[in-house]
Nanobody, 121 residues
Framework: QVQLVESGGGLVQPGGSLRLSCAASGSMFITNSRGWYRQAPGKQRELVAVITSGGSTNYVDSVKGRFTISEDNARNTVYLQMNSLKPEDTAVYYC???????????????WGQGTQVTVSS
């Protein structure tokens, strides 16, 4: 089993910055992609950033130019750097890892526990 532990959320003023971290631990796992989702009250969960095993990245239009996703494979950690934060960014943020299990190559995905990001003056 793989466990994902998130950290870095908090309360910031508009225009501020935060960096979210998601550290993975557990059994052998071959990663296809890692992503960050967010869910605001009364809204559907949406994918905001993704990075593939080849290192390519993609972002939802609303965060392009402000958010950056990156990973440290040696530490099995994915990050989300968030700059120029807006009140509309307020949500619970979740990390996700998609891939296959070592040996069996069974398709599987994992979720972090979520971390609250609040942008308010």
């Amino acid at each position: 089993q793989v466990q994902l532990v998130e950290s870095g959320g908090g309360l910031v003023q508009p225009g501020g910055s935060l960096r979210l971290s998601c550290a993975a631990s557990g059994s052998m796992f071959i990663t296809n992609s890692r992503g960050w989702y967010r869910q605001a009250p009364g809204k559907q969960r949406e994918l905001v950033a993704v990075i593939t095993s080849g290192g390519s990245t993609n972002y939802v239009d609303s965060v392009k130019g402000r958010f950056t996703i990156s990973e440290d494979n040696a530490r099995n950690t994915v990050y989300l750097q968030m700059n120029s934060l807006k009140p509309e960014d307020t949500a619970v943020y979740y990390c996700n890892v998609d891939g296959v299990q070592g040996g069996t190559l069974r398709r599987i995905g994992y979720w972090g526990q979520g971390t609250q990001v609040t942008v308010s003056s």
